[in-house]
């Protein structure tokens, strides 16, 4: 049974840091792309990061670009993405997802985490 499961998500004050994780099960981990989107109320979901099955290869949104990094740990089967310098137009339900094939093509999603950037 594929299972991918978000954590890390809060309510966070302007300026402050949060890292999210995202524990994968079911599959081979260490096969697959994995992205984190984010979908705010009444907004469509946007892509903010992906990483490559090594690891080696990230890209970002330039809304998050310099503020987000997204790392993995294949031995734990897990993809992180730590965020600072938070704003409030951050917040969203993030999601984390995998994929065999090219950015875009997602296999499996998880169930999502909300982050709440307020004063």
């Known amino acids: 049974q594929v299972q991918l499961v978000e954590s890390g998500g809060g309510l966070v004050q302007p300026g402050g840091s949060l890292r999210l994780s995202c524990a994968a099960s079911g599959f081979t981990f260490s096969n697959y792309g994995m992205d984190w989107f984010r979908q705010a109320p009444g907004k469509e979901r946007e892509l903010v990061a992906t990483?490559?099955?090594?690891?080696?290869?990230?890209t970002y949104s330039d809304s998050v670009k310099g503020r987000f990094t997204i790392s993995r740990d294949n031995a734990k089967n897990t993809v992180y993405l730590q965020m600072s310098s938070l704003k409030p137009e951050d917040t969203a339900v993030y999601f984390c997802a995998a994929r065999l094939g090219g950015i875009g093509k997602n296999d499996y999603w998880g169930q999502g985490t909300q982050v709440t950037i307020s004063a």
């Open positions: 990483i490559n099955r090594s690891g080696i290869i990230t």
